[in-house]
């Protein structure tokens, strides 16, 4: 099991938390130290079976300045969450058998008990 995690996200935190304390152990991956790459993302949104724009944080500052109100390829909005990692919606929790953004925390909780990761 692996996390993309953001340690500054308290719902990144709480999903690390209640993973290690219920003995998951995940590898963790700071995606915003880390080099990402388009195929880690690629990858990562076929797991999750949604397109790019599904995975986009629209709180963030850079999703006002550069997405908002703009009608975006795939390529284009991967592009951007390379450029600007924290449009990364999280946290995103990897399985064998799938994945989750796991916000709010029940949905990585539904996803275990249904053995979907």
């Not at 500052?61 to 909005?77: N, T």
């Not at 999280?90 to 989750?100: D, E, N, Q, W, Y």
């Amino acid at each position: 099991m692996k996390i993309w995690h953001n340690n500054r996200c308290s719902k990144s935190r709480c999903a690390l938390e209640w993973l290690n304390e219920n003995n998951f152990k995940p590898e963790v991956f700071d995606y915003l130290t880390s080099t990402l790459t388009k195929s880690d993302i690629q990858a990562v949104l076929k797991q999750l079976s949604i397109p790019a724009n599904e995975l986009l944080g629209s709180n963030e500052e850079e999703y006002k300045q550069h997405i908002k109100g703009k009608r975006l390829a795939e390529d284009e909005i991967i592009d951007l969450m390379l450029k600007f990692p924290k449009l990364i919606e999280r946290p995103i929790v990897l399985g064998s058998k799938g994945a989750v953004v796991a916000r709010p925390l029940e949905k990585l909780i539904e996803a275990i008990n249904q053995n979907k990761l």
